[in-house]
C-alpha cells in the first residue's frame, strides 16, 4: 500500500514536503518514484530514489528545487519541494517497481491514491 499526504495550497515561491508512506513493498528491493498529472495532461515522472535510498533521476523542471529522500527505518519517502511555481500545479503520486529506477508510468504496477498540489497566488 503505498499512501501519499502533504499537498496543498501554496502561494509561488512557497514550499511543501510530501510523503509517500509505503507497506507491503520493502524498501531494499522496491524503488520509489514519484510522479505529477496536470489537469489534461499526462503523467510526468518527478523523480526515483533508488535501493540504496539515493536520486537516481529528478526531471529537469524541478531540477534543483525538488529533492526526494527515504527515512532511516526505510519505510517513508519524501519529495521536499522548494521554490514552487504555478506550472507545478498538480496530482501528485508516488509509485513502485523492483529494483530498478524507471521514467516512465507505464513502467510501474503499483500506485498510491495522489495528494493534490496547487501553486496559486
Known amino acids: 500500500q503505498l499512501v501519499e499526504s502533504g499537498g496543498g495550497l501554496v502561494q509561488p515561491g512557497g514550499s511543501l514536503r510530501l510523503s509517500c508512506e509505503v507497506s507491503?513493498?520493502?524498501?531494499?528491493?522496491?524503488?520509489v518514484a514519484w510522479f505529477r498529472q496536470a489537469p489534461g495532461k499526462g503523467r510526468e515522472g518527478v523523480s526515483c530514489?533508488?535501493?540504496?535510498?539515493?536520486?537516481?533521476w529528478t526531471a529537469d523542471s524541478v531540477k534543483g528545487r525538488f529533492t526526494a529522500s527515504r527515512d532511516l527505518a526505510k519505510t517513508t519517502v519524501y519529495l521536499q519541494m522548494n521554490s514552487l511555481k504555478p506550472e507545478d500545479t498538480g496530482h501528485y503520486y508516488c509509485?513502485?517497481?523492483?529494483?530498478?529506477?524507471?521514467?516512465?508510468?507505464?513502467?510501474?504496477?503499483?500506485w498510491g491514491q495522489g495528494t493534490q498540489v496547487t501553486v496559486s497566488s
Open positions: 507491503g513493498f520493502p524498501l531494499d528491493y522496491f524503488v
Open positions: 530514489t533508488d535501493l540504496s535510498g539515493h536520486n537516481r
Open positions: 509509485a513502485v517497481r523492483p529494483e530498478i529506477c524507471a521514467e516512465v508510468a507505464v513502467a510501474y504496477d503499483d
